[in-house]
């Protein structure tokens, strides 16, 4: 049997539960590789991002407003999904931001309907929302656990679930499901991370 997250290995050291620490190498990384406005215009298109406070969210936020799209964010730090807010409306885009849960079924349902209200229809989900930690399963927090197979995997059935009859109305639309190449190919100490990203590889 494979090794599931519980805590995070100090020798490796992975940060705390959560998402993508903001500012860091990941983020700059992305960051670097946003493409600009005419690499991929969606002028007149409005995008929904989850897990937007950082890393690839982030920068998919940053793209896509970049391009052309009315982008609404959500993620659970406030300040950050103010301050991408910012970030694109001064480039001229359009961008609102609801933040909340993303394991929380209500909240997916109140924060796509927002987007499809303030940006007049919904054309585009990225759900990118995730966490990853790290160790023996034998020694897992439940609850920790319960955080990543929520996170990464719930959140992306509750707002595929409600965006797809937003998307009906308008005539269709595009979900990209975020997943990892851990959604191919198992890792010791990860089980649990890879159950959900394979888990998002065949839901995909």
Not at 26 to 31: A, G, I, L, S, V
Not at 72 to 88: D, H, K, N, P, S
Not at 162 to 173: I, K, R, S, V, Y
Request: aromatic share 6%.
């Amino acid at each position: 049997m494979g090794q599931a997250e519980c805590g995070w290995s100090k020798a490796r050291e992975w940060p705390p539960i959560g998402y993508r620490t903001a500012g860091g190498e990941h983020e700059r990384r992305f960051m670097a590789q946003v493409e600009p406005a005419q690499a991929m215009p969606l002028s007149g298109r409005a995008a929904a991002v989850t897990g937007a406070s950082s890393g690839i969210g982030w920068a998919t936020a940053l793209a896509l407003g970049r391009a052309g799209a009315a982008v609404a964010v959500t993620a659970r730090r406030t300040e950050r999904l103010a301050q991408l807010v910012g970030l694109i409306e001064a480039a001229g885009g359009h961008a609102v931001a609801l933040p909340g849960d993303v394991t929380d079924p209500e909240h997916a349902r109140a924060f796509l309907a927002h987007a499809h209200g303030a940006l007049g229809g919904l054309d585009i989900l990225v759900n990118n929302a995730g966490v990853m930690a790290y160790g023996p399963l034998a020694e897992s927090d439940p609850t920790l656990l319960g955080d990543v197979l929520a996170v990464n995997a719930a959140g992306v059935i509750w707002f595929t679930r409600f965006a797809l009859p937003l998307m009906a109305d308008g005539g269709g639309g595009h979900i990209v499901n975020v997943s990892s190449l851990s959604g191919r190919v198992a890792s010791e100490g990860t089980a649990v991370y890879n159950l959900t990203k394979f888990g998002v590889t065949g839901f995909s």
